[in-house]
DNA sequence: ACAGTGACAACAT
DNA sequence: TATGTTGCCACTG
């Protein structure tokens, strides 16, 4: 299969530690591109369509927000957020307006040395 | 090749 | 605060 931005962004995603949480936004940052911050969102919404591949059935995407610390994905009405039930057994506080506090739960990030990891080893198709 | 699509984000009301 | 608008971008058929 072909390496690219999606692959990267799984990277990163799979470094968020349990209990933390940051932003589609603040992911395209750290891969240098931060006008992505919709296609973060975009490339998380494709692992809908890969459960079957065991390669991304771990991936934790429930600790992707947006940049208001708020869940992004919509649940059917009267229906349960899926995404904050997750964050809470992890130890995240979810309100019940679906927001996090970032001043509490926002992961710090990756280091450069980090990034370059991720970088060499998933390489965007130029 | 190109228009359409979204789990975004910043800004303007 | 709450909507609405606009710019963005990678991927898809």
Not at 8 to 28: E, L, M
Not at 53 to 67: F, G, K, L, T
């Amino acid at each position: 299969m072909t390496i690219n931005f999606y692959e990267q962004v799984y990277a990163v995603v799979r470094r968020i530690p349990r209990g933390k949480v940051t932003s589609y936004g603040r992911i395209a940052a750290m891969l240098g591109r931060p006008q992505a911050a919709r296609a973060v969102g975009y490339a998380l919404n494709a692992l809908r369509d890969k459960q079957d591949d065991p390669a991304y059935q771990n991936i934790p995407w429930q600790r992707v927000v947006n940049s208001q610390g708020r869940i992004s994905i919509v649940s059917p009405d009267n229906s349960p957020n899926r995404q904050a039930q997750l964050l809470r057994e992890e130890g995240v506080e979810v309100s019940e307006h679906l927001k996090i506090d970032l001043d509490v739960y926002l992961w710090e990030g990756l280091h450069l040395l980090e990034i370059d990891d991720i970088q060499s080893g998933s390489r965007l198709v130029d």
